[in-house]
């Protein structure tokens, strides 16, 4: 009982802190959705019926499309607790060979949060189909491709609330004063959209606690006016929930009331804000922030305007400003403006997200991200990508000038998205809850059908404005095609050219060249086999550092990986070469922090892989000649007994534990044990004491005492920088993507060494060429 209580108690926090990251785009929708409908022909049809006819619309899509859809079944189709497109493509990825990542090894299954299942329902017609998508590439890129233009979708959005939700609520202005000038308006909303990107780089953990009281009153507030404005103009607005005032609508509307549906749409912006940002609560907290909170606050509002509308049709233009009373309009006017600044800080943050989870699946180009440990709810924050949306923003706020314009370009997006992620979650309820195909079926079409109504007729407002959507879409669409063909083409390039262990082994222990005192960090995105620059190198340098350390970094497809389950450490060549593979494992929500220890933790585990290779308890994995072993170090024992990200989510989010890897259960079991005597170690640099050391045999010292000199000797870095032409019988289509676009993008993206922390001091650069 006691138990139940707390996490009621927790869930009712959680749905009062999701407020300030979920609920703020949609909450400021009603500021414009009303002028965005009666627009062009139908502001013509002035009567009560229509009124009516667009209110119940607006309910009905808030019902259907926000209520149903996305309360009820979206925030079920989670992936240990996040949300997105990503998150649902890492889950059809985990449950079908529908990736086109080439860095997969199977050892990846067996992290605790891979959640993986196999298909037990035996639907004949689900198992044709999956087959169908696994044996075709094609229509794996097709998956692939959806999920980015979601992905760009979700870009676009970034750039059109911060500029739709400040100018309309700027437009206030105009409203209580009709000689405000339009220019002071568009210089006022851009004087708050620079100020608002420009303060990104601080962080918000200073002011985060005063977001959702700020957007909990701005609810509470347009609440209460539509109350009032139910009372004071036209009580029977009630009536308009029957679906009959719909036909009503059309009926006497037409083509006029289908071109509104445009407008309509916008009552459900912020909706995919609502699923990207569920990693940050969960669904339990937003169910009851949305339907006790949010959606009945926001009907009321609907329900408020419409009854002014019916009786003051000259304020269309303006009816949420105009339907405050004189007494209240400066403080519903301060109100607005600071609920529409944190619904940009909202859309803001989760644009950053997304491009994070891009750049861990290879689908976007290299950037700097900045994640401080004062920041609140894994806050980051990308410089790259805050100063294109501040410009992108502020361009189209004076291209456009006027909030009609910007909301058909906004409601395209809005709905476009809310397709894709539709077509999305019909792909996960067959292959990853494992449904009846019927059911996939029958979610397709209900909800399908309706937003294809809504999306056809967004289509009519491209040449009014709404072609900004599909041009700002389809650019971030390109630049995540391209950089995901090049890298893969640099990947495979890599892989083809790697060379054999023969020659390799060939060379001796000594490799052929002089051996010196330190360290060599090899950075290499291959995660089996020696890449080619490692004899480029040799054939330039006469000498390399006495261990040599391969180290991958790559992403996983499962939101976050515990510190425990990072590092997999390995043996190239016999023990006398002193070489060795890490590969350190990222979840595409973890953040790769600016850890000076980096190589401590590296040189522990590797020391600790030793030790369990003379024991006897280092398994191979498929793919490698020598055995890899799961190797959690001190310092990550440390990590991962404090606050981080990972443990904070796993205070709210389940993990199913994969029951098929008896053997890493083992060894996660003898780690358990000796965890508490690791803990006790001396954090000085030595790996055990003289008196731990010696029981171990001769050889297992040998190789212990060898790997600390060469950590006192120091570190040598060593990263390939590729240039990449096409072959000369390629067609003019790959001439352009890689000689042009992917060569653009890697000139002007962040280094590797930059994004990985390298010190530029102890770098050694390899220049290749790759003719692929």
């Given at each position: 009982?006691v138990?139940?209580k707390?996490?009621g108690?927790?869930v009712?926090l959680?749905a009062?802190?999701s407020f300030?990251?979920?609920?703020g785009d949609?909450s400021?929708?009603?500021l414009?959705?009303?002028i965005?409908t009666?627009t062009?022909?139908?502001?013509?049809?002035q009567?009560?019926d229509?009124?009516f006819?667009?209110f119940?619309?607006?309910?009905w899509?808030?019902?259907?499309?926000?209520?149903?859809?996305?309360?009820?079944f979206?925030?079920?189709?989670?992936?240990?607790?996040?949300?997105?497109p990503?998150?649902?493509?890492?889950l059809?990825?985990?449950h079908?060979?529908?990736?086109?990542l080439?860095?997969?090894q199977?050892?990846d299954?067996e992290?605790?949060?891979?959640?993986?299942s196999?298909d037990t329902?035996g639907?004949v017609s689900t198992s044709?189909?999956?087959?169908?998508?696994?044996q075709h590439?094609?229509?794996?890129?097709?998956l692939l491709?959806?999920?980015l233009?979601?992905?760009s979708?979700?870009l676009?959005d970034?750039?059109?609330t911060?500029a739709?939700?400040v100018?309309?609520?700027?437009e206030?202005?105009?409203?209580?004063d009709s000689s405000?000038?339009?220019?002071?308006i568009?210089?006022i909303?851009?004087?708050?959209l620079?100020?608002l990107?420009?303060m990104?780089?601080?962080?918000t953990?200073?002011v985060?606690f005063l977001?959702?009281?700020?957007v909990?009153?701005w609810l509470?507030?347009i609440a209460?006016?539509g109350l009032y404005n139910?009372i004071k103009?036209n009580p029977?607005?009630?009536?308009?929930f029957?679906?009959v005032?719909?036909?009503?609508?059309?009926?006497?509307?037409?083509?006029?009331?289908w071109l509104?549906?445009g407008g309509?749409?916008?009552c459900?912006?912020?909706s995919?804000?609502m699923?990207?940002?569920?990693g940050?609560?969960?669904a339990a907290?937003i169910?009851?922030?949305f339907s006790f909170?949010v959606?009945?606050?926001?009907v009321?509002?609907y329900?408020?305007?419409?009854?002014?509308?019916?009786k003051?049709?000259?304020?269309?233009s303006?009816?949420?400003?105009s339907?405050?009373?004189d007494?209240?309009?400066?403080?519903v006017f301060v109100v607005?403006n600071l609920?529409?600044?944190i619904?940009?800080?909202?859309v803001i943050?989760?644009?950053?997200s997304?491009?994070k989870?891009?750049?861990?699946?290879s689908?976007?180009?290299?950037?700097?991200?900045?994640q401080k440990?004062?920041?609140m709810?894994?806050?980051?924050y990308i410089?790259?990508?805050?100063w294109?949306l501040m410009?992108?923003?502020?361009?189209i706020l004076i291209?456009?000038q006027?909030?009609?314009?910007?909301a058909n370009?906004y409601?395209i997006?809005c709905?476009?998205?809310?397709?894709v992620?539709t077509l999305?979650?019909?792909?996960?309820i067959?292959f990853?809850?494992q449904k009846?195909?019927?059911?996939?079926?029958?979610?397709?079409l209900?909800f399908?059908?309706?937003?294809?109504?809504y999306?056809?007729?967004s289509?009519?407002?491209?040449?009014l404005?709404?072609w900004v959507?599909?041009?700002l879409?389809?650019?971030f669409?390109?630049i995540?095609?391209v950089?995901?063909?090049?890298?893969?083409?640099?990947y495979?390039y890599?892989?083809?050219?790697?060379?054999?262990?023969r020659?390799v082994?060939?060379?001796g222990?000594?490799l052929?060249?002089v051996?010196?005192?330190?360290?060599?960090?090899?950075?290499?995105?291959?995660v089996?086999?020696v890449?080619?620059?490692?004899?480029h190198?040799?054939?330039?340098v006469?000498a390399?550092?006495?261990?040599?350390i391969?180290?991958?970094?790559?992403?996983v497809?499962?939101?976050?990986?515990?510190?425990?389950?990072?590092?997999l450490i390995g043996?190239?060549?016999?023990?006398t070469?002193?070489?060795?593979r890490?590969?350190v494992r990222?979840?595409y929500q973890?953040?790769?922090?600016?850890d000076?220890s980096?190589?401590?933790?590296l040189?522990?585990?590797i020391?600790?892989?030793?030790?369990l290779?003379a024991?006897?308890?280092?398994?191979g994995?498929?793919?490698?000649r020598?055995g890899?072993?799961?190797?959690?170090?001190?310092?990550a024992i440390?990590?991962?007994?404090?606050g981080?990200s990972?443990?904070r989510?796993?205070q709210?989010?389940?993990t199913?534990?994969n029951g098929?890897?008896a053997?890493l259960?083992?060894l996660q079991e003898s780690?358990e044990?000796?965890s508490?005597q690791l803990?006790?170690?001396?954090?000085?640099?030595t790996?055990?004491?003289?008196?731990q050391?010696?029981?171990?045999?001769p050889q297992?010292?040998d190789?212990?005492?060898?790997?600390?000199?060469a950590r006192?000797?120091g570190?040598?870095?060593i990263?390939?920088?590729t240039?990449?032409?096409?072959k000369?019988?390629?067609?003019v289509?790959k001439?352009?993507?890689i000689?042009?676009?992917y060569?653009?993008l890697r000139?002007?993206?962040?280094?590797?060494a930059?994004t990985?922390s390298i010190p530029?001091i102890?770098?050694?650069?390899v220049?290749?060429?790759y003719?692929?």
């Open positions: 009982m138990e139940n707390n996490q108690k927790h009712l959680l009062y802190q300030r990251l979920v609920h949609l400021t929708s009603p414009y959705v009303y965005s009666f062009g022909r139908l502001y013509n049809h009567t009560e229509v009124v006819g667009v119940s619309l607006i309910f899509t808030l019902t259907i499309l926000l209520l149903f859809k996305y309360v009820l979206m925030l079920t189709a989670d992936d240990n607790g996040e949300g997105g990503f998150a649902l493509y890492s059809l990825c985990r079908g060979k529908f990736s086109l080439s860095n997969y199977a050892v299954e992290i605790t949060s891979y959640q993986i196999r329902s639907n044709q189909f999956k087959r169908f998508i696994e590439k094609s229509m794996k890129t097709c491709v959806m999920v233009f979601g992905a979708l979700l676009c970034g750039v059109l911060p739709i939700s100018l309309a609520s700027v206030g202005l105009r409203a209580h405000f000038q339009s220019g002071w568009v210089f909303s851009c004087a708050i620079v100020g990107f420009a990104q780089h601080r962080g953990f200073r985060a977001f959702a009281p700020i909990l009153l509470l507030v209460a006016l139910v103009w029977k607005i009630y009536l308009a029957s679906p005032y719909i036909y009503k609508f059309f009926k006497e509307t037409g083509l006029d009331g509104s549906l309509i749409i916008l459900i912006t912020g995919g804000a699923f990207t940002n569920l940050h609560f969960t907290s169910r009851v922030s909170v959606y009945p606050c926001l009321l509002q329900m408020g305007q419409a009854a002014y509308i019916t003051n049709y000259s304020k269309i303006s009816s949420f400003y339907s405050v009373p007494p209240f309009f400066w403080p607005a609920a529409a600044i619904t940009c800080q909202a943050s989760s644009t950053f997304i491009v989870q891009c750049n861990a699946f689908c976007f180009p290299r950037v700097k991200v900045v440990e004062r920041w709810d894994d806050q980051i410089p790259e990508m805050n294109i410009i992108l923003s502020v361009i291209g456009f006027k909030t009609t314009l910007l370009a409601g997006a709905i476009v998205d809310a397709f992620t999305l979650v019909s792909l996960v067959i990853v809850r009846n195909f019927i059911y996939s079926v029958l979610f397709l209900f399908g059908s309706l937003e294809t109504i999306l056809l007729s289509f009519a407002k491209i040449p404005g709404g959507s599909f041009v879409s389809f650019f669409l390109t995540m095609l950089w995901h063909y090049g890298t893969k083409r640099k495979l890599d892989l083809q050219n790697k060379l054999s262990m020659w082994l060939g060379l222990p000594s052929g060249i051996r010196v005192p330190g360290i060599c960090l090899i950075y290499t995105e291959m089996t086999g890449p080619a620059l490692f004899s190198f040799m054939t330039n006469p390399i550092q006495q261990v040599i391969f180290i991958t970094v790559k992403s497809p499962i939101p976050y990986v515990s510190p425990k389950e990072r590092y043996r190239i060549g016999p023990k070469y002193r070489m060795y890490c590969i990222y979840g973890d953040v790769h922090k600016d000076d980096f190589e401590n933790h040189v522990l585990s020391s600790e892989f030793i030790r290779e024991e006897g308890s280092v398994h994995i498929p793919g490698e020598f890899m072993r799961l190797v959690m170090s001190e310092a440390g990590e991962s007994s404090g981080n990972y443990n989510r796993l709210k989010t389940t199913v534990t098929k890897s053997a259960l083992k780690y044990q000796e508490a803990v006790q170690r001396k954090r000085n640099g790996v055990r004491s003289s008196a050391m010696n029981h171990l045999h297992v010292r190789e212990l005492n060898e790997l600390m000199e006192d000797g570190l040598t870095y990263m390939g920088y240039h990449m032409k096409v000369r019988n390629s067609t289509m001439k352009f993507v000689d042009i676009a060569s653009f000139k002007n993206c962040r280094a590797p930059v990985l530029h102890s770098l050694i650069g220049g290749m060429n003719h692929v």
